[in-house]
Nanobody, 112 residues
Framework: QVQLVDSGGGLVQPGGSMRLSCTASGFTFSNYWMYWVRQAPGKGLEYVSRVNPTSTITYYADSVKGRFSTSRDNAKNTLYLQMSSLKSEDTAVYYC?????WGQGAQVSVSS
């Protein structure tokens, strides 16, 4: 089955850290750029980051640059988003996406 499965969300305090995972199946994960996108309550989709197939190139939105890090393990068909120094404005549902596929989303809530 061709799919992406997001995991690792939850509640974290401001300034805390959290790691999201996205596990791919049914396609050759290592061939494709992978993306993280988020949607905050009541807002539209916002691009967060992307990584190329060999992990040699990463890009980040200005809003997360220096705080978030995207990586991938092609042997495990898994994409990661390491988030640190989290802020309340990072509260959102986070999705991994590629080639028209979307994970189901992982809720990240940043609150004291």
């Amino acid at each position: 089955q061709v799919q992406l499965v997001d995991s690792g969300g939850g509640l974290v305090q401001p300034g805390g850290s959290m790691r999201l995972s996205c596990t791919a199946s049914g396609f050759t994960f290592s061939n494709y750029w992978m993306y993280w996108v988020r949607q905050a309550p009541g807002k539209g989709l916002e691009y967060v980051s992307r990584v190329n197939p060999t992990s040699t190139i990463t890009y980040y939105a200005d809003s997360v640059k220096g705080r978030f890090s995207t990586s991938r393990d092609n042997a495990k068909n898994t994409l990661y988003l390491q988030m640190s120094s989290l802020k309340s404005e990072d509260t959102a549902v986070y999705y991994c996406t590629t080639i028209g596929l979307w994970g189901q989303g992982a809720q990240v809530s940043v609150s004291s």
